[in-house]
């Protein structure tokens, strides 16, 4: 068993942090880093990345709409042409940052609103895949199992890379509970963990209305804005290596 154990990072401003990047660093294997749309600015980004290749860490572009005030969890209607050119600003800017630190993209994952949305609605995601594979076609994309953005991955000939995340509720149809549900956000760290060991073990998941479904992934996202996700991640990384497993970047998924 190979899975990736990944985290949102770089999700400051300026002066404000909210994670402990460089301790979730040591805990994880791929990062998707905060473009400036939702999170982060040049500096941070600049620095996560420098941290992410320091230890090995695969660099991923956690894209958004442009909604830094919302923290991109906040809808923004914009004709696919349009949201194509913002997805591509982003991995751009991401890009000649990394490029200077002698990383590289290797995949990318939609923040907050649009990544609800690009798994959901075909159009966005649609929007989503193009743009990203025009930046680079060998691109790998994080998904929710069944979702759109896998489907339209595939059309286009791109690498899905299925992730469960962790403390987050999902539906019965395998879309994540709105946050204002109850049960949207799991914060007992220890049903946390107990949830992904289930994940690995049967490809499984409970559904906040008790349902069980198929849950088949190869990678587990930890929020760094999770109370306590340094703990988490470090705890899943033993469970994993304990039940005989691998914890391997996303570039190392077969």
Sequence with gaps: MKIDINSDLGEGFGAYTIAD???LM???SSAN???GYHAGDPMIMDRTIRLAKEHGVDLGAHVSFPDLMGFGRRKIDMAPPELEAHILYQL???DGLARRAGHRITHMNPHGALGNLASSDPKIAMAVASASLAFDPEIAFLVLPGSALEEAASKLGGRAIRLFLADRGY???GQ???RGQAGAVIHDLDLVAERVIDVLTKS???TVSGEVIPMPVQSILVHSDTAGAVNLASRLRR???TMGGAVVPLSQQT
């Design 33 to 35: 880093v905060a473009c």
């Design 21 to 23: 990047d460089e301790a």
């Design 239 to 241: 469970e994993i290596t």
């Design 176 to 178: 994540l509970a709105p």
């Design 26 to 28: 040591q805990c994880i």
């Design 171 to 173: 539906l019965s149809n």
């Design 204 to 206: 499984t998941v409970t």
């Design 92 to 94: 751009g800017g991401l």
